[in-house]
């Protein structure tokens, strides 16, 4: 079984930075892909970045290029994203998830954790 818990969520600042991680027991030898998503109050879910578990091709929705970075250390079966230059409108709570198939479906999901960005 597939367990995903993510950390590192918090209050902060426009401008400021977090750093959230995505530790992933179970199966993790066997995931292709791991994304993060995020879900703001009243919005649907959406995609925000991913990257290929046994490489390091990563993509990232275009208002978070430049500023959110997606890195994995498999060693330690975590994911990582890096939030900086953080807005207002990127106050969601974030999800990690395990792509397992290649098919572009996540099957697994984390609890998520929140993010809250002041002005």
């Known amino acids: 079984q597939v367990q995903l818990v993510e950390s590192g969520g918090g209050l902060v600042q426009a401008g400021g930075s977090l750093r959230l991680s995505c530790a992933a027991s179970?199966?993790?030898?066997?995931?292709?892909?791991m994304g993060w998503f995020r879900q703001a109050p009243g919005k649907e879910r959406e995609f925000v970045a991913a990257?290929?578990?046994?490489?390091?091709?990563?993509s990232y929705t275009d208002s978070v290029k430049g500023r959110f970075t997606i890195s994995r250390d498999n060693a330690k079966n975590t994911v990582y994203l890096q939030l900086n230059s953080l807005k207002p409108e990127d106050t969601a709570v974030y999800y990690c998830?395990?792509?397992?198939?290649?098919?572009?479906?996540?099957?697994?999901w984390g609890q998520g954790t929140q993010v809250t960005v002041s002005s």
């Open positions: 998830a395990a792509d397992t198939k290649g098919s572009g479906s996540y099957a697994y």
């Open positions: 990257i290929i578990w046994s490489g390091s091709r990563t």
């Open positions: 179970g199966r993790a030898f066997s995931f292709y892909r």
